[in-house]
């Protein structure tokens, strides 16, 4: 972490005077007395992806079923046109990823295509403490295949809620299949080592796939290095398109001949696409295990943050996130423990993603009172407020002022007159 942080309210005004990504601000719809830092979960709208989509909109009002062919098929294309704006994000090839479906459908696509069980290498190995989604998914398609979870599903146990990368390859024995792993964990923020961990993989011939949900758009990622055999990723948190916009699959180039798990009509070549044979003939690049058509609108507001995202490259993204998230760590170090506030994160830079963990004993309760205040956090239980100064919006004085907030919150325990019952979204 950063040591040059002063406590004084001048130094969020210099910071963000000197800002090289404060210009792309203005280009994100920012509420007025709001300070947003929930980008981790959903990234604000910006001018660029509002652009797009009407667009499209246009594009569909005036041409109709025509939209398909003008602008040398865009739309029918629009995951490749979208892979060549996300492949500088992730270190891809664009002809290793499509952009189709969601997180969860691209891990049944992934798992159901590699996932091939003998008598003796049947496994999946996951952990404890990944976004349950992922674990669902695989817990369904191990069922799929006739085992129960409690036999093919092999969980590596976190300690304190962080996982030990030795402890994932220990566990990598000759009964193991595959591996699904987050990069960066949802609730503690921590950036395991994909390079170490998937070179393990490799060399015990087991294929590895990669959770990119909280770290594409955040920290910077090379598939080629990792040389993974699967990846997939929302693009709603720090990428920025829009609820429930089109997520990302990653097949590494390597595997392009393999049949999918799940096909589907989009998944054919498009030269004989619309022959319409009864006999899949699969197009052998990631667009191969796209299922069904396009859906433009979740698309549209892709094309405009990515292109936002390639503007200010990736590096200097990763840069100024872990230089603000280091402040507001400062800020709080400095003026809220004696409140009761830890920091729930690892606090060096290669072990942690874009947000930081915020735990107290009321974490519910005093996010509660942030909203009230106009500051839009989130909570995930036990006691973690997650708080995401996002490098493309976020500004160092809202950094400041929140924590003032906070403070304020603290000494008067005004959190103590919110319900403790969770509401439905938190």
């Given at each position: 972490m950063h040591q040059e942080y002063q406590e004084d309210s001048e130094y969020p005004k210099l910071m963000d005077n000197n800002d090289p990504l404060g210009r792309f601000r203005q280009r994100f719809y920012l509420k007025k007395g709001n300070i947003y830092m929930c980008g981790n979960s959903l990234g604000l709208a910006s001018k660029d992806a509002e652009d797009c989509i009407l667009q499209a909109i246009e594009k569909w009002k005036d041409e109709a079923i025509k939209i398909w062919n003008v602008d040398d098929h865009k739309y029918y294309l629009y995951s490749n046109y979208l892979a060549n704006l996300m492949a500088p994000l992730v270190g891809a090839d664009p002809e290793e990823i499509a952009i189709t479906g969601g997180t969860t459908i691209n891990i049944h696509q992934a798992i159901s295509t590699f996932y091939k069980p003998t008598e003796d290498r049947y496994k999946i190995l996951v952990d404890d403490i990944n976004f349950p989604t992922d674990r669902y998914a695989v817990d369904s398609q191990v069922r799929l295949h006739g085992y129960t979870p409690e036999e093919a599903v092999k969980v590596?146990?976190?300690?304190?809620?962080?996982?030990?990368?030795?402890?994932?390859?220990?566990?990598?024995?000759?009964?193991?299949?595959?591996?699904?792993?987050?990069?960066?964990y949802y609730r503690s923020a921590q950036v395991l080592d994909m390079v170490k961990i998937s070179k393990a993989a490799k060399e015990k011939g087991i294929?590895?796939?990669?959770?990119?949900?909280?770290?594409?758009?955040?920290?910077?990622?090379?598939?080629?290095?990792?040389?993974?055999?699967?990846?997939?990723?929302?693009?709603?948190?720090?990428?920025?398109?829009?609820?429930?916009?089109?997520?990302?699959?990653?097949?590494?180039?390597?595997h392009f001949t393999k049949l999918p798990g799940l096909a589907g009509w989009f998944g054919n070549k498009h030269n004989t696409q619309f022959l319409l044979k009864q006999e899949f003939d699969h197009q052998q690049n990631a667009s191969g295990w796209q299922t069904g058509t396009p859906s433009v609108f979740s698309m549209a507001t892709l094309e405009g943050s990515l292109k936002i995202m390639n503007e200010a490259g990736i590096t200097n993204i990763r840069r100024k996130s872990l230089?603000?998230?280091?402040?507001?760590?400062?800020?709080?170090?400095?003026?809220?423990?004696?409140?009761?506030?830890?920091?729930?994160?690892?606090?060096?830079?290669?072990?942690?993603?874009?947000?930081?963990?915020?735990?107290?004993?009321?974490?519910?309760?005093?996010?509660?009172?942030?909203?009230?205040?106009?500051?839009?956090?989130?909570?995930?239980?036990?006691?973690?407020?997650?708080?995401?100064?996002?490098?493309?919006?976020?500004?160092?004085?809202e950094v400041y002022k929140m924590v003032d907030i906070l403070l304020d919150i603290a000494k008067t325990e005004s959190y103590k007159s919110f319900n403790k019952n969770r509401n439905f979204v938190v």
């Open positions: 590596v146990k976190s300690h304190n809620l962080l996982m030990n990368e030795d402890d994932i390859i220990n566990a990598m024995t000759d009964d193991v299949a595959i591996v699904l792993l987050p990069t960066v294929i590895i796939g990669w959770d990119l949900c909280h770290a594409a758009g955040s920290i910077e990622v090379n598939l080629k290095e990792v040389d993974a055999d699967f990846a997939m990723w929302c693009t709603y948190k720090y990428l920025n398109g829009g609820p429930g916009s089109a997520a990302a699959l990653y097949i590494n180039r390597k230089h603000i998230t280091g402040y507001l760590m400062f800020l709080i170090e400095s003026k809220l423990k004696e409140y009761g506030f830890a920091i729930g994160n690892l606090k060096e830079d290669e072990k942690r993603g874009g947000h930081v963990c915020l735990e107290h004993d009321e974490g519910y309760r005093i996010s509660m009172a942030l909203k009230a205040k106009g500051v839009v956090p989130d909570f995930r239980d036990p006691n973690v407020i997650r708080l995401t100064p996002a490098a493309l919006y976020t500004s160092y004085e």
